[in-house]
DNA sequence: TCTTCCTACTTAACAAGTTTAGTTTTATTA
DNA sequence: TAATAAAACTAAACTTGTTAAGTAGGAAGA
């Protein structure tokens, strides 16, 4: 048997008042609206005894304003988005608001379909880390004036965005190799083609032209075992670095380099773009870049609160700085 | 300029047909409600040119159901419950359902807060990780007859439970050390004292009571170099073996050990309740206990839609069965 | 021809709050 | 003493979508 859940009529039916008493009372504008001491205090006992909880819906349709934000990633499982997340919810519960979480998985169908529920549920704001650049879903989200921040994906050129410079990051990486790479494998997940990684891909490449080093662009299998072939042949094709631009690969490209007998550090040279705590304590220690990824989630929530105010402006891109961890595998 | 969303009546005035018309026609009963096939074009057309996004919030608060479900977890950064997070999002998107995840951070007044906040979201239903026992909020969830399903952590025994049997984990894992150890240090964080825990504890005290091991509760300090002194102590007591409780502790551990010139595998030994992939490429390989995560976050949600249907059933446990990773470490 | 039935809709109540514009009662002031 | 003001509320409109009940008009059957 569902019973009904305690509406304010509910309260005001049993203290004797009209719902509207009742609304000002716990709205804690009692005393704007000249609601005695003693009504006001019948009231709060009523609701409480009652377990009165107020209903968000319909306070949101007749106000227009949820306080809450759409948060949309593509994995929450990946560390990197995990605690994106967990920075965005932080900063937005602060302000009173909050996050509503939805994963993509990088299938750009399903993200258009989770966009509209978010639009659905009346999203004061969106921070979006896109699959991909979101051309069909521009024009939904103009003619909703939602305002919107990308984070880590950039994806439209005009709208804001808070991240890193892929390109320069990547161009960078190369140059931190211990030795000059003979040959250099550029590593990224199988069908992975997020913006960032095409960022990412088209530094790594401009960097080793201007290094005159030769350079592949290898996109991993899933299955461990095509990952040892695969790495078997580089090596014996004489690639001796290796550039990860994915954090989700580099186990699968660790166990590898082990199950071929490559010393890491000694035989071969691995940077990983996208830093994990553990790699202090992998065998060798993995040179990474860690991303400021707290500082993209801080100032993505930033930007979208100057937008909620202020709707018209051009959109703005601040690119943070990351920081290379150099540990020994480089 | 906040312009105003498309609604229904928008789109009935412009195309010269009531609300009703038009809501019939958008939820595919204008064959029911004998709509005609010309005005359903027209209605589905000028639908699509205006951009109509229905409110989700009018629907709900009409039909009384959200098709949402608020998840509780303690940290949506903590790999464990990050991979939880999308299982149970994943299962129930199949599902038709959404998901709203809140981060309590182990604190029990933003968790009473945030549940609070789910209900007065009227989701359909709940999936719980408990900060700890929350005698505090039953009668809330009672008095509003939202289903409830604990997952990992336990907050009501008379509720429906999905999770691993902590005690009982733990204690194997006493006598899973290569060597019985001589004194065992049972680490967990700094203040944590979550339920789970408290069994795991309790469980690892058990077994080194039947095999006569002398040992150590301890709670590791938050900065490294009290972490390190910490280490210190316990190997100069003569501890040989550590069994770590929680994952996010044990990097700290590891850099402890190292930190003291102490070998593991060699001068001493550790096992990990938690397993994290990375664990196989550190050194040496950690020994770890593989949670069964998606199977729980499965079988929770499974459990959830049995209660949405019927309301009136005993609280049911189902216990999972969690996998040693058997490295080097131990 | 009158009744009945079907088609193609419309009307209005409803969900649970918020908010504007009133209303009644009492107190104060000219 | 009448007018004015303040105190303590209430009534009803409003947010948007759903849905039960109703209606107008035409066709078919008795």
Redesign the interface.
Known sequence: ???K??SLEDIAKAVGVSKATVSFVLNDKGDEFNISKEKQQLIRDKAKE??Y??????K??RQGE?KTVGLVVS?????FY??L??TI??ELYHKGY??????T?EDKELEKVLM??L????VDGMIISPSNRIEALI??LR???IPVVFADRQGDENADFVGVNNFEEAKKLVYCFSKQPKKLAVVLKNNSWAITLEERVLGAKEACEELGVPFEIVQLPSEQNEVDMTIKGLIEEGFDSFLVLNNMVV?KI??GL?NNNIELGKDARLICFDD???F????PPITALKQPISEIGIHAVERLFIRLKE?HQPGKHNLRKCELMVRSSH
């Not at 909880?53 to 319909?58: L, Q, S």
């Not at 909050?98 to 994963?103: A, D, M």
């Not at 202090?280 to 065998?283: G, I, P, R």
């Open positions: 048997m569902k019973t859940r305690t009652l377990h909880v107020p209903n968000f819906f319909a949101s349709l949820t994995d929450i499982s990946n560390p995990a605690e997340c967990k919810q932080e909050n996050v509503f979480i939805v994963n998985d509209g529920e639009i659905q549920r009346s024009p939904i003619s909703t004036h186990l660790l166990a082990r994990d705590e553990v202090a304590f992998v065998n709707t």
